[in-house]
């Protein structure tokens, strides 16, 4: 029976991954651990390793678990900027899980924005405590006011219906725009100027990291409302609180936070966070953290588990592996292998 060992694992994982698992009877071991050079060790004995956002895949990790002959490293989700590509290639596969839902994360971004536009946190604790005043709660009409979208990939474009059944103008950036789409496209200078609201849908790339930062902020309107449930480097974290504090920047929803993988998805509420700039963030009422959350909804788990556990199929029957990505085929397209034989790389 094939091995495969999971990190960084949740019950809500298990649950999903128990479910799919009856098709395929893998032996499954579940870790709470994060993947990381220490952990990879777990792995001795296993044909494929399972990992997820915050695991630690670098080359140190990937050369662990080469070294316990893991031919696959299975994402259970779609981001890859936690693996170090080059290390993996001509080594082990790497495969993930490119849509699963992309409404779940669309659905979120907007409940970041509603939940702070017309601040619900705020009233939800207010009625509780009986206190009924409506002071302070004032919001604006999103209907005729503009959005900006950054990345209009699948996520991107769910998040774009949604903008435009509430009457908003949408406009755009994506590097590589979507040919006769209805879609308006601008340079992201110009995103930045005219938007009320600016949403993140791209990926983390080594190209724009903290391409929401102190130059970019002060070329946005006074009261700019941040959504981002992309990755948290898209954002220089300090800069943000400097211009909430300055109150250029109106609002921020945030479903990830770029020094987020030893704090999210656990409870910390017993220890003193050292973070003093996520401790500051959290302590305004116009921003809105959710810990990497956007994701989870029954059918996006669903997915996950049914995807993933397809992919991992494929990769012992020797089969193409539609789901692979490598340092070629994400960075340069057309110099992979992928395409003409089904694998990056034999
Ligand atoms: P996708 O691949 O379908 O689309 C990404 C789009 O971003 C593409 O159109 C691409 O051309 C564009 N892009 C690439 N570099 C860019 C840049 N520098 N500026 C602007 N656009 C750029 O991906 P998706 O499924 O829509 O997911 C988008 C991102 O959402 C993922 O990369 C991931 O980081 C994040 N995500 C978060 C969660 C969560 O739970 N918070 C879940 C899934 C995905």
Same mark, same amino acid.
């Not at 990345?151 to 219906?161: A, E, S, V, W």
């Not at 009457?167 to 992201?188: L, R």
């Given at each position: 029976?094939?091995?495969?060992?999971?990190?960084?694992?949740?019950?809500?994982?298990?649950?999903?991954?128990?479910?799919?698992?009856?098709?395929?009877?893998?032996?499954?071991?579940?870790?709470?651990?994060?993947?990381?050079?220490?952990?990879?060790?777990?792995? !001795?004995? $296993? *044909?494929? +390793?399972?990992?997820? =956002?915050?695991?630690?895949?670098?080359?140190?990790?990937?050369?662990? &678990? /080469?070294?316990?002959?893991?031919?696959?490293?299975?994402?259970?989700?779609?981001?890859?900027?936690?693996?170090?590509?080059?290390?993996?290639?001509?080594?082990?596969?790497?495969?993930?899980?490119?849509?699963?839902?992309?409404?779940?994360?669309?659905?979120?971004?907007?409940?970041?924005?509603?939940?702070?536009?017309?601040?619900?946190?705020?009233?939800?604790?207010?009625?509780?405590?009986?206190?009924?005043?409506?002071?302070?709660?004032?919001?604006?009409?999103?209907?005729?006011?503009?959005?900006?979208?950054?990345?209009?990939?699948?996520?991107?474009?769910?998040?774009?219906?949604?903008?435009?059944?509430?009457?908003?103008?949408?406009?755009?950036?994506?590097?590589?725009?979507? !040919?006769? $789409? *209805?879609? +308006?496209?601008?340079? =992201?200078?110009?995103?930045?100027?005219?938007?009320?609201?600016?949403? &993140? /849908?791209?990926?983390?790339?080594?190209?724009?990291?903290?391409?929401?930062?102190?130059?970019?902020?002060?070329?946005?309107?006074?009261?700019?409302?941040?959504?981002?449930?992309?990755?948290?480097?898209?954002?220089?974290?300090?800069?943000?609180?400097?211009?909430?504090?300055?109150?250029?920047?109106?609002?921020?929803?945030?479903?990830?936070?770029?020094?987020?993988?030893?704090?999210?998805?656990?409870?910390?509420?017993?220890?003193?966070?050292?973070?003093?700039?996520?401790?500051?963030?959290?302590?305004?009422?116009?921003?809105?953290?959710?810990?990497?959350?956007?994701?989870?909804?029954?059918?996006?788990?669903?997915?996950?588990?049914?995807?993933?556990?397809?992919?991992?199929?494929?990769?012992?029957?020797?089969?193409?592996?539609?789901?692979?990505?490598?340092?070629?085929?994400?960075?340069?397209?057309?110099?992979?292998?992928?395409?003409?034989?089904?694998?990056?790389?034999?």
């Amino acid at each position: 029976m094939k091995k495969i060992n999971f990190y960084d694992v949740k019950p809500y994982d298990k649950e999903f991954f128990d479910m799919a698992n009856l098709k395929y009877q893998y032996q499954i071991i579940y870790h709470e651990e994060k993947l990381n050079p220490h952990t990879a060790l777990f792995a !001795k004995g $296993s *044909d494929a +390793v399972c990992a997820f =956002v915050n695991d630690n895949i670098d080359k140190d990790t990937i050369e662990v &678990l /080469h070294g316990e002959g893991v031919g696959l490293i299975a994402m259970r989700c779609a981001g890859y900027n936690n693996v170090d590509f080059k290390a993996a290639h001509e080594k082990i596969h790497v495969v993930r899980v490119p849509a699963y839902s992309p409404y779940a994360v669309a659905e979120h971004a907007i409940g970041l924005l509603m939940t702070l536009n017309r601040k619900l946190h705020k009233a939800y604790n207010r009625t509780r405590e009986f206190n009924f005043s409506l002071n302070g709660l004032t919001g604006f009409d999103l209907h005729g006011k503009t959005v900006g979208v950054i990345g209009t990939g699948k996520i991107g474009r769910c998040f774009i219906d949604i903008c435009k059944g509430f009457g908003m103008n949408v406009i755009a950036y994506d590097p590589y725009p979507i !040919k006769d $789409s *209805d879609i +308006v496209y601008v340079e =992201v200078e110009e995103l930045f100027r005219r938007s009320n609201v600016i949403s &993140l /849908h791209c990926p983390l790339t080594k190209d724009n990291h903290h391409l929401i930062n102190k130059a970019a902020i002060e070329k946005m309107m006074d009261g700019v409302v941040i959504i981002n449930t992309s990755r948290g480097a898209l954002i220089d974290s300090e800069a943000l609180l400097e211009e909430l504090l300055s109150e250029k920047v109106g609002a921020a929803g945030l479903d990830v936070y770029e020094e987020e993988s030893d704090i999210f998805y656990v409870d910390n509420s017993n220890i003193i966070i050292q973070d003093d700039v996520l401790r500051r963030l959290l302590s305004l009422p116009n921003v809105l953290l959710t810990s990497h959350q956007a994701f989870l909804t029954k059918e996006a788990l669903a997915n996950i588990a049914d995807t993933t556990l397809g992919n991992i199929s494929a990769f012992f029957e020797n089969s193409a592996l539609e789901n692979e990505v490598c340092y070629q085929c994400s960075g340069s397209p057309g110099e992979c292998k992928h395409v003409e034989t089904g694998r990056c790389f034999k």
